[in-house]
């Protein structure tokens, strides 16, 4: 079991960025994808991004495409979501997920979550 744990949320205005992270601990995190979800008020939880567990595969929802990236860094056992061109659509609290399925988009493809972190976007 993995747990997980993001930082880097915070309040911004419409067009800047932020840098969400999310740290890893436990063993084999390279065997695992790591997803990120937001969900905003009133809403379902949905898939963002996520990157393979080789980081040569990265998926994003057509709502972030052009503007989110995702990276890994194994070493440091961290998943990155580089975040610009912020909207207040994207105000949320975000998660990270760890998992071993295919359907990316899907919660239930994971097992481990973090306990998100807040972005808010508004003037």
């Known amino acids: 079991q993995l747990q997980l744990v993001e930082s880097g949320g915070g309040s911004v205005q419409p067009g800047g960025s932020l840098r969400l992270a999310c740290v890893v601990s436990g063993l084999g995190l390279d065997y695992y994808n790591i997803g990120w979800f937001r969900q905003a008020p009133g809403k379902v939880r949905e898939g963002v991004s996520s990157?393979?567990?080789?980081?040569?595969?990265?998926n994003y929802d057509d709502s972030v495409k052009g503007r989110f990236t995702v990276s890994r860094d194994d070493a440091k056992k961290t998943v990155y979501l580089q975040m610009n061109s912020l909207k207040p659509e994207d105000t949320a609290v975000y998660y990270c997920?760890?998992?071993?399925?295919?359907?990316?988009?899907?919660?239930?493809?994971?097992?481990?979550w973090g306990q998100g972190t807040q972005v808010t976007v508004s003037t």
């Open positions: 997920a760890a998992g071993t399925g295919s359907i990316w988009w899907s919660e239930y493809e994971y097992d481990d």
């Open positions: 990157i393979s567990s080789s980081g040569g595969s990265t």
